[in-house]
């Protein structure tokens, strides 16, 4: 009589919502940290890549009106646009070399080993910023099937709790809890996969992003060192 009780609570489809409120209080709890883990992957896979299209947009207006003006004092107009990485790179560079020529006399080698430290720094700086969130990411994806695979082991621990409890080997004592179990594993999988595909696309992102600044950079460094010629001159 009990295992028909059973039979018929026990889930009969592969619903999550019905799979979710039969498991146990620990499984629950997996499920649970999981889901808003995953929910956090995606809010963080969505908030990247809606801000690399803007920052790329933005970052490539920039160059082409700075690169076109010839003037370079007129990055200070990027003070009204602090999100620009190409731009704070730039005042980085023209800021050491004020600092460079307000002494008199200039030192070229010196200066430029000044004026390329500040452009790395920055440049190092804006790496960073980007991937600030993306080590999230890379524990998700490492940690999370080891918690749904916890989940895992404690749902079938508690259905062989079970079997001894009820002294009853059916499928119907069994099935419902091994089920709930694996679902933890899946959901586990569900946040992981997403979270180590999206690091290792957006690490190269930054990457690239970076490269780019790199090249912006050495591209500013050469019209800065023959402005300091100039200057000596």
């Given at each position: 009589?009990?295992?028909?009780?059973?039979?018929?609570?026990?889930?009969?489809?592969?619903?999550?919502?019905?799979?979710?409120?039969?498991?146990?209080?620990?499984?629950?709890?997996?499920?649970?940290?999981?889901?808003?883990?995953?929910?956090?992957v995606?809010?963080?896979?969505?908030?990247?890549?809606?801000?690399?299209?803007?920052?790329?947009?933005?970052?490539?207006?920039?160059?082409?009106?700075?690169?076109?003006?010839?003037?370079?004092?007129t990055v200070?107009?990027?003070?009204?646009?602090r999100?620009?990485?190409?731009a704070?790179?730039?005042?980085?560079?023209?800021?050491?070399?004020?600092?460079?020529?307000?002494a008199?006399?200039?030192?070229?080698?010196?200066?430029r080993?000044?004026?390329?430290?500040?452009?790395?720094n920055?440049?190092?700086?804006?790496?960073d910023?980007?991937?600030?969130?993306?080590?999230?990411?890379?524990s998700?994806?490492?940690v999370?099937?080891?918690?749904?695979l916890?989940?895992?082991?404690w749902?079938i621990?508690?259905?062989?709790?079970?079997?001894?409890?009820?002294?009853?080997?059916?499928?119907?004592?069994?099935?419902?809890?091994?089920?709930?179990?694996?679902?933890?594993?899946?959901?586990?999988?569900?946040?992981?996969?997403?979270?180590?595909?999206?690091?290792?696309?957006?690490?190269?992102q930054?990457?690239?992003?970076?490269?780019r600044?790199q090249?912006?950079a050495?591209?500013?460094?050469?019209?800065?060192?023959?402005?300091?010629?100039?200057?000596?001159?």
């Amino acid at each position: 009589m009990f295992d028909r009780f059973l039979l018929t609570a026990a889930p009969t489809s592969l619903d999550p919502l019905e799979l979710f409120l039969q498991a146990d209080i620990v499984v629950k709890l997996v499920m649970i940290g999981l889901v808003v883990a995953s929910i956090w992957v995606w809010g963080i896979i969505v908030a990247f890549v809606l801000r690399m299209r803007r920052l790329r947009a933005d970052s490539t207006r920039f160059e082409h009106d700075f690169w076109r003006t010839g003037d370079f004092e007129t990055v200070q107009s990027a003070r009204r646009r602090r999100d620009i990485p190409p731009a704070r790179v730039a005042e980085a560079a023209i800021a050491e070399l004020r600092q460079s020529v307000k002494a008199g006399a200039v030192d070229q080698v010196a200066a430029r080993e000044r004026i390329a430290t500040a452009m790395d720094n920055q440049i190092a700086e804006e790496a960073d910023a980007l991937s600030q969130r993306l080590t999230f990411l890379a524990s998700v994806g490492a940690v999370a099937p080891f918690v749904g695979l916890f989940g895992t082991v404690w749902g079938i621990m508690n259905s062989f709790f079970q079997i001894g409890a009820q002294e009853s080997s059916s499928l119907a004592v069994v099935a419902p809890g091994i089920s709930e179990a694996l679902f933890a594993t899946a959901i586990g999988l569900f946040a992981a996969i997403p979270a180590v595909v999206a690091y290792n696309r957006f690490s190269d992102q930054v990457n690239r992003f970076e490269a780019r600044l790199q090249r912006f950079a050495g591209r500013l460094h050469a019209s800065l060192s023959r402005e300091l010629e100039q200057e000596a001159a």
